[in-house]
């Protein structure tokens, strides 16, 4: 537990612990943001280093626990972090992203305090302004389950963080001046785990070692940029046992494709001969394959691995059928006693059909992304703090893009992009691929299920291929070339919430946006207040800040 530092900013966020609290545990951190060098390619380059870590630090939780940490940001540029797949349930203040907080300034610091409110599972935090997540910043975020919750399977020996991730060797500053001046990144440089690029034969020291015989929970996080990485262990299964928040059929694996920002947690068992094994990470559906390798090493073994890698898969339809797979475990616990199972989604009826098909555009000669026509762009003003201070009208417009794309889109529009969805309904939304790339979409604040990933063109047709049953409910859905992605939720979660492209140039340049879900009561049991603490910004600086909301 750090010390008075963190008691000083504890007082300002008072009103907000009052309401989160609940008598639940805290956990108080300091992280220090500063620039480092590190060769995870073998060229020196600087990265983002969190209290000299690279990557962060692993931030260990348990459901309902409220986690305070106090960053200060060493940069020379303002800087902000979002705890990717945790709901913030009220409390998109916490959210961490441009769209709901001001980044914090070069020099000073700024305390989150949020809560994993009935939440188990795999995550991981980066950072969301400009593109400093290609220098780092970025650390493994776990949720344990409360221990009077039973979990599926054993305790495992040991539970590790396995952060893959494709990776440039040019700073974050220089991709930023190739995509605003209408280049693009083009293919990555290399692969790394856990920060770092192995090769086979080379002096590799392992980053993990196990005990014959003993079994080991790994979560496996990508945590890239644009590419699917496939993983995979020499000579060993995985045994999938949660993703993104949910417990899953435990099925055996030779090796997952885990697409931009998913998470999936496995179970290893140490049952072949003792001797190093390599883990290979290699990327999925680019013009050339780029992997790496790391060492996990028996203990008291001196045997090297053998430089026969495992075999990569070919082909989406593979992922495709792979994705499939994956269902729901009904009868297990999550974060609460009831199974997930009792909770029936494919009962409800939808509200409201939201399909968003991928936009591409040139915008002054230069390319943009979008939904639906509309390319996302940040105001100086957070649009949850605009929509609070009750000025939206001066910083944005909602409902710009339309519930359905034209049949055929030739410009985009480039505006902040608001949708309003109404609180408690049931949404259909529709991801729409119409390139020849891979995509993965991430939405904030809630998890959906995702009942259906198809080729082709989605039509009301294709909702007799749902699965409503025992689909996976997750926050970060895929969608294949010339493909769609169906997802179902209810937006229960009162807030400003970022719905965007996984794939990070395109994000930049547009591809995503807001869903604004306001509750009609105004009240904290749907939504806190603003925290004490809040940075203000652009035209809200200096306001006094508005009447609360009560019970």
């Known amino acids: 537990m750090q010390g008075g530092k963190l008691l000083t900013v504890f007082v300002c966020l008072v009103s907000t612990v009052a309401l989160v609290n609940a008598g639940d545990p805290y956990f108080y951190y300091t992280w220090n943001v500063t620039y480092g060098t590190v060769a995870p390619l073998g060229i020196p380059q600087q990265v983002i280093l969190i209290n000299g870590q690279f990557p962060g630090p692993n931030l260990n939780s348990t459901s309902n626990n409220n986690v305070v940490i106090n960053v200060f940001n060493n940069l020379d540029e303002p800087f902000l972090l979002t705890w990717s797949g945790l709901q913030h349930r009220k409390n998109s203040w916490q959210d961490g992203v441009t769209g709901t907080s001001c980044p914090i300034p070069a020099g000073t610091n700024y305390t989150y305090h949020f809560q994993p409110k009935d939440q188990i599972g795999s995550y991981f935090y980066y950072p969301s302004t400009a593109l400093h997540r290609f220098s780092g910043g970025f650390g493994g975020l776990r949720v344990n389950s409360r221990l009077l919750i039973p979990v599926p399977y054993a305790d495992p020996e040991d539970d590790h963080t396995i952060l893959i991730n494709d990776w440039y060797t040019k700073s974050h500053t220089a991709l930023k001046t190739f995509l605003d001046s209408g280049r693009t990144l083009g293919l990555p440089d290399g692969v790394l785990i856990n920060g770092k690029s192995g090769k086979v034969g080379g002096p590799n020291t392992p980053l993990f070692t196990m005990k014959p015989g003993k079994t080991y929970k790994y979560r496996i996080c990508n945590v890239g940029f644009k590419s699917t990485l496939n993983f995979r262990i020499q000579g060993h299964k995985m045994k999938l046992v949660e993703m993104e928040g949910s417990h899953v059929l435990q099925n055996d694996y030779d090796s997952l494709d885990v697409h931009v920002g998913q998470c999936f947690a496995v179970l290893v068992t140490a049952d072949q001969t003792a001797k190093n094994y390599y883990m290979v990470a290699s990327t999925r559906f680019l013009k050339k394959e780029v992997s790496t390798v790391g060492v996990m090493s028996y203990e008291g073994s001196t045997v090297q691995a053998s430089s026969e890698l495992p075999k990569a898969p070919v082909g989406w339809a593979w992922s495709l059928n792979q994705f499939r797979s994956f269902r729901w475990n009904l009868t297990a616990s999550a974060a609460r006693p009831n ?34 026509g509309v390319s996302h762009v940040d105001p100086e003003t957070p649009l949850k703090l605009a929509e609070y201070f009750e000025m939206s009208e001066k910083v944005f417009k909602y409902n710009v893009i339309k519930d359905e794309p034209a049949a055929k889109i030739t410009t985009l529009t480039v505006e902040p992009n608001v949708l309003n969805i109404t609180f408690r309904t049931f949404v259909e939304i529709v991801f729409e691929n119409h390139e020849k790339s891979m995509q993965s979409f991430h939405l904030d604040g809630h998890s959906f299920f ?40 209810t937006f229960d979660n009162a807030g400003m919430w970022n719905i965007r492209s996984e794939n990070w140039e395109k994000k930049y340049l547009g591809q995503q946006m807001y869903v604004s879900v306001l509750s009609p009561e105004k009240s904290l049991r749907d939504e806190y207040n603003i925290p004490l603490n809040t940075l203000l910004c652009g035209i809200v600086k200096g306001l006094p800040l508005p009447t609360p909301y009560t019970i």
Not at 342 to 356: A, D, E, P, Q, W
């Open 339 to 372: 199974p997930q199972g009792s909770y029936h989604y494919g009962k409800i009826n939808i509200t409201r059909t939201i399909k968003l098909a991928n936009t591409k555009n040139l915008v002054d000669g230069k390319v943009r992304f979008g939904f639906n």
């Open 450 to 489: 995702s009942v259906a990933s198809e080729p082709g063109t989605w039509t009301p047709e294709k909702r007799s291929n749902y699965n409503l049953l025992d689909a996976v409910s997750r926050h970060t859905v895929q969608v294949f070339p010339k493909s769609w992605s169906a997802i179902l939720l």
